[in-house]
């Protein structure tokens, strides 16, 4: 019997995935803390919503509450349901009439809300089918997400804070470790100091041959990833190519791989940067423990001579990404940055990229709101840019002098050329970029090109070219290069060579400020043409997509900063409640009651009897599999057809090997949906898989 037939529900009623329904009320700018998500099962039956509620963890006494509000706004969540996908906006509890009290201290509640001419009426009823709390009516009212925003503050600046990790004291390490190529900065060094036994190769080649004559797997195998003397566009070839041929031997599944650079990354302001193109590693290694969790780490240290402790202690901490400054660890994390007061160009600014979609929202921006008089705007066709006649009419007729050229600023003789007709530019700012995003796996030295050339190789130019230390000098990265987000490893490269960039001209004496943007909302922007699951997989890494206000906003006040690197962003709460990356574990809402327990397909099983377990099993399959999706439910996954066939890309693949293997507990291949294409099949896959590790 389904549990819809249990509680006597009507024929033909369709769940909504919870996660699903706060994940939309959080697309439009409502966004529910831990404490206020009680609703626990949802029905929709044409414009009626059944539901289930009850007190969440935080709320556990009652105080002196007839009926606890956390409980109540719970009930009139459901009557949400039906406007979710309006387009006119997220729909809010305005008014409510005719409320009354039958019973008092319900902890739990069943809700069916059903739609009038008056507004919704509401009954609350007990597990006993007797009432709780009855409404005559409840009218909503249409807030926008800018209104929501502008209340609860949600777009706002982060940056980067290194905060100290206690190391715990010295034990006995049995792992078998190794080292791995050339080393450029002293590791093997560091490892005898410690008296470490460990092996040596020259190459993965070396590695290869020793397995294949029976030699065991190292469990830590460490890199030198710092070459000063190599380009950016080498450094992350040879990183991207060590990822995949590591990442393709499955004797190393169980390895972890260590990068170590030096001067890679900053802790601190005034920290100089001894090899910024290894910047570019680190961006790129974040993407792929992203999409590969537990089988890379990244360590930046200080002095190579004196670090071994440190590195084994890094190791053993579990963390990602760590720095060693002077023999202590530091880890890095996003917080939260009090915006200062705005602060306005004036002069001559010149803007690359000026007339893309988001070079034109900033062109608009400097002539309306800082009174620019004369703007330089840089691309690749000039003139001949769609809309580039337009725009320069319309900020003419604001009162500037628009001067719309062609230039690749990545083509170093022809941005000199360029910048040379210029007189003393008060400011430069870096828009240009591309796209050409791929899972680190099929990821090519092409694609990576691509995407470096007009990000690194036109920053570099700039930086070359533009040492006016009284020119403000802007570029515009990316937070993918500070989150590492999947299938973006070219992209978070570039951008962390840029934010490295920045500090780099700081300690030069130079100006310098690197914003690492969350997704754009612009018409024709980068983001323009993400898919509905698209968008709905960046939201669930904690971000929401910047309305064009609050980015422009957040612009202003991070040019007023006296910061290297900011991330100005739009939060997303629903996002920052699972499993976040630990660069984002200060900015997720606390936990009522601490740590909730984890849903696990393993236990869910061993609550049922054995012949409920295959349903069971699908049922949790379909269900991660409509999360990924960005679909209602799981009833919206059809359990016998192919997933590529309803929309489930290479990255969405990797998203739903990930949330299986945490609700498992088993190591599950990045091919599970291309071995196992429909959801019968991988369910039936993963009770085999539980059944033989319980036996």
């Known amino acids: 019997m389904s549990h819809a037939e249990q509680h006597g529900l009507p024929d033909g009623v369709r769940k909504v995935d919870i996660d699903h329904l706060y994940g939309r009320l959080a697309d439009r700018g409502l966004q529910y803390g831990p404490a206020f998500r009680g609703l626990r099962a949802v029905w929709s039956h044409g414009e009626e919503v059944y539901a289930e509620a009850e007190l969440a963890g935080a709320n556990g006494g009652d105080g002196d509450y007839h009926l606890h509000p956390a409980l109540f706004d719970a009930a009139l969540q459901s009557a949400l349901v ?45 597990d006993d089918g007797e009432p709780v709390v009855t409404v005559g009516s409840l009218v909503t009212r249409s807030v926008t997400p800018d209104q929501l925003d502008a209340a609860g503050q949600r777009a706002q600046l982060l940056r980067v804070a290194w905060k100290p990790v206690v190391q715990p004291p010295a034990a006995a390490d049995q792992r078998h470790w190794a080292f791995l190529g050339t080393d450029h900065i002293g590791l093997t060094g560091a490892l005898k100091t410690i008296r470490r036994p460990f092996d040596a190769y020259p190459s993965l080649r070396a590695l290869d041959a020793a397995l294949r004559k029976g030699a065991p ?40 791989l260590v990068l170590v650079s030096s001067g890679a990354v900053a802790t601190r302001p005034q920290e100089v940067l001894s090899d910024v193109p290894g910047a570019a590693v680190w961006g790129l290694l974040r993407s792929a423990q992203t999409e590969h969790p537990d089988r890379f780490t990244l360590v930046d240290i200080d002095d190579p001579g004196d670090s071994g402790r440190a590195l084994a202690a890094a190791v053993a901490s579990g963390e990602p990404q760590l720095a060693v400054r002077h023999g202590a660890l530091f880890r890095p994390r996003l917080v939260r940055r009090p915006p200062p007061r705005p602060a306005t160009l004036t002069g001559t600014v010149v803007l690359t990229g000026g007339t893309g979609a988001l070079g034109r929202l900033v062109a608009r921006h400097l002539v309306t709101r800082h009174e620019v008089e004369h703007l330089v705007l840089l691309s690749r066709r000039g003139p001949a840019a769609p809309g580039a006649a337009e725009l320069t009419a319309e ?8 001067d719309v050229l062609a230039c690749d600023a990545a083509d170093r003789p ?37 995407v470096l050339t007009p990000k690194v190789d036109a920053a570099l130019h700039l930086h070359d070219l533009i040492r006016d230390p009284e020119c403000a000098f802007v570029v515009f990265s990316s937070v993918a290069g500070l989150v590492g987000t999947a299938g973006q490893a070219n992209y978070a490269a570039a951008n962390a060579f840029l934010d490295a960039l920045a500090h780099h001209r700081r300690t030069l004496g130079l100006r310098g400020v690197s914003l690492a943007w969350g997704l754009w909302e612009s018409e024709g922007g980068m983001g323009s043409e993400l898919s509905t699951a698209e968008l709905t997989r ?28 900011l991330a100005p962003v739009r939060l997303n709460d629903a996002g920052l409640t699972g ?17 909730a327990a984890t849903d696990t397909l393993r236990s869910r099983l061993a609550d049922l009897p054995e012949a409920e377990r295959d349903a069971a099993a699908l049922e949790f399959v379909r ?21 590529g066939a309803v929309g489930l890309d290479s990255m969405g693949n990797l998203e739903l090997s990930r949330r299986l293997s945490a609700a498992t507990g088993l190591r599950l291949s990045v091919t599970l949906t291309f071995d196992h294409p429909t959801p019968a099949g991988l369910a039936s896959h993963l009770r085999l898989l539980l059944q033989e590790g319980a036996s």
């Open 82 to 126: 039906p406007g979710l996908d309006s387009e006119s906006g997220t729909f809010l509890p305005f008014a409510l009439r005719g409320v009354r009290l039958h019973r008092a201290g319900a902890r739990a509640v069943n809700v069916h809300a059903v739609p009038g001419d008056g507004g919704v009426s509401l009954a609350l009823t007990g």
């Open 579 to 595: 499993d976040v990356p630990p660069v984002l574990a200060d900015l997720a809402p606390a936990r009522p009651g601490g740590q």
């Open 395 to 402: 900020l003419t007729a604001l009162g500037a002098r628009v």
């Open 414 to 450: 022809s941005l000199e050329r360029t910048l040379a007709d210029i007189p003393a530019p008060s400011a430069v700012i870096h828009t240009a970029g591309v796209l050409a995003d791929a899972v680190i796996g099929t990821l090519t030295p092409r694609r990576l090109d691509k």
């Open 217 to 256: 797997a190292p469990d830590v195998i460490v890199v030198s990833c710092t070459d000063e003397d190599s380009p950016v566009h080498s450094v992350a070839q040879r990183a991207l190519m060590l990822v995949q041929e590591w990442l393709a031997d499955p004797r190393l599944a169980a390895s972890r």
């Open 623 to 643: 269900a991660a599999a409509a999360a990924v999706l960005g679909f209602d439910g799981a009833d919206d996954v059809d359990p016998d057809r192919e997933f």
């Open 538 to 565: 960046i939201r669930r890494t904690g971000f929401a997509p910047l309305g064009p206000e609050q980015g422009l906003a957040l612009f202003d006040a991070a040019i007023a900063a006296d910061e290297a690197v």
